[in-house]
């Protein structure tokens, strides 16, 4: 189990510093510099070299290490895709939550509630019915007196 783990958390690493970085997405002719390379890739070296001691140290067989490592990539890989587009698309590097958000923001950018409740005409308050057939002057007055609580004039209004 500890090599499940540890293979699944750095090759989790690995896969959010390659989307990070952009390396798998072509960008005409800008190049990748090592470096980045080299620290995108370094948690899946610590991953083997954990693996490679486990085995040096008697710990566990090969046959252990390998089906360890291969569950914690494949566990790896399935709960990065379902928080992150795959690391070979623009936005990669941006969570799938996000990246919903945005596409909510815009579609909502058209919707007609913000000049429902614009300041400039007055709005019915949520307690009254707008479906009780008043008169649209009767609305607006009861609207704007600031003593309607609840649908009813307060008791002293009324004697």
């Known amino acids: ?22 390396l798998f997405i072509p960008m005409g002719r800008r190049r990748t510099h090592a470096v980045l390379v080299f620290l995108a890739f370094a948690p899946m070296v610590v991953a083997g070299f954990v693996g490679a001691t486990r085995v040096s140290d008697f710990r566990h067989y ?14 790896a890989l399935i709960v990065y895709r379902h928080w992150h587009p ?35 005409k ?7 019915p707008t479906n009780i057939g008043l008169e649209p002057s009767l609305q607006n007055q009861l609207a704007a007196d600031p003593k309607w609580v609840a649908g009813r004039k307060s008791e002293e209004e009324h004697r």
């Open 1 to 22: 189990m500890y090599l499940i783990d540890t293979f699944a958390g750095l090759t989790y690493l690995t896969l959010f510093l390659s989307a990070r970085f952009k």
């Open 122 to 128: 007055p709005t019915i308050p949520t307690t009254i």
């Open 86 to 120: 795959w690391v070979t698309d623009r936005s990669a590097a941006i969570p799938w939550d996000v990246l919903r958000m945005d596409e909510v923001e815009k579609q909502n950018q058209y919707d007609v509630l913000p000049t429902i409740l614009s300041k400039d």
């Open 62 to 75: 090969g046959s252990d290490v390998l089906a360890g490592s291969a569950l914690g990539v494949i566990i």
